[in-house]
């Protein structure tokens, strides 16, 4: 079982920047695509962005693109979410989740098979 927790969160203001930071206990995370999901209080999980195991593929989510960047770094088994420019609309618990099964960017929590805890991002305006 690979342990996943996400760090990073906070509250900022409209506008300004953070990275969150996806960390697992098993080294095998560096071989499994890992995707950033993100859900508001009364919403369903969203989908934010994708990464693939070596980094060479990725894929955003239309809210986030040109904002928000994803990238790993497997010597350090973490994936990284860049979030710059944000809105108040960003403000939800942010999940990063790993797919052993590499399915191919999957943009479905249901594709993914490992879940942390989830860290708070709230964006004041």
């Known amino acids: 079982q690979v342990q996943v927790a996400e760090s990073g969160g906070g509250l900022v203001q409209a506008g300004d920047s953070l990275r969150l930071s996806c960390s697992a206990s098993?080294?095998?995370?560096?071989?499994?695509?890992v995707g950033w999901f993100r859900q508001a209080p009364g919403q369903e999980r969203e989908f934010v962005a994708a990464?693939?195991?070596?980094?060479?593929?990725?894929y955003y989510s239309d809210s986030v693109k040109g904002r928000f960047t994803i990238s790993r770094d497997n010597g350090k088994n973490t994936v990284y979410l860049h979030m710059n420019s944000l809105k108040p609309e960003d403000t939800a618990v942010y999940y990063c989740?790993?797919?052993?099964?590499?399915?191919?960017?999957?943009?479905?929590?249901?594709?993914?098979?490992?879940w942390g805890q989830g860290t708070q991002v709230t964006v004041s305006s």
């Open positions: 989740a790993a797919d052993r099964t590499n399915s191919g960017l999957a943009q479905v929590p249901e594709e993914y098979d490992y």
């Open positions: 098993e080294r095998t995370f560096s071989s499994y695509a």
């Open positions: 990464i693939s195991w070596s980094g060479m593929n990725i």
